[in-house]
């Protein structure tokens, strides 16, 4: 059974950065493609990266030049570091496992985690 914990969300400040974190569990974390999604409010959630089980990585174009994907397999855990954090940046960010779609389209939804909320606020 999949089970993702994210963390590291919270109140932060325009410009300031933040490290997300998903802890997982529950299946075999070094084979699995990790994706990251975010949903702003009041809109539907959007793609945001994807990383292999080598760690090759993918993003949306919206998310490549202030986002960064990275995992520790030996953790069982995958990280989204935000750079110069924006107010529309303010969204709840979910992990999930792969479930053999392509790199770019949302897993099945029990794959993914409950998330954690990052606002960005002055």
């Known amino acids: 059974q999949v089970h993702l914990v994210e963390s590291g969300g919270g109140l932060a400040q325009p410009g300031g950065s933040l490290r997300l974190s998903c802890a997982a569990s529950?299946?075999?974390?070094?084979?699995?493609?990790m994706v990251w999604i975010r949903q702003s409010p009041g809109k539907g959630p959007e793609w945001v990266a994807t990383?292999?089980?080598?760690?090759?990585?993918w993003y949306a174009d919206s998310f490549k030049s202030r986002f960064t994907i990275s995992r520790d397999n030996a953790e069982s855990t995958t990280y989204l570091r935000i750079d110069d954090l924006q107010l529309a940046d303010t969204a709840l960010y979910f992990c999930?496992?792969?479930?053999?779609?392509?790199?770019?389209?949302?897993?099945?939804?029990?794959?993914w985690g409950q998330g954690t909320q990052v606002t960005v606020s002055s």
């Open positions: 529950g299946f075999t974390f070094s084979s699995a493609y």
């Open positions: 990383i292999s089980p080598s760690s090759y990585k």
């Open positions: 999930a496992r792969g479930d053999g779609g392509l790199y770019f389209q949302l897993p099945r939804r029990d794959y």
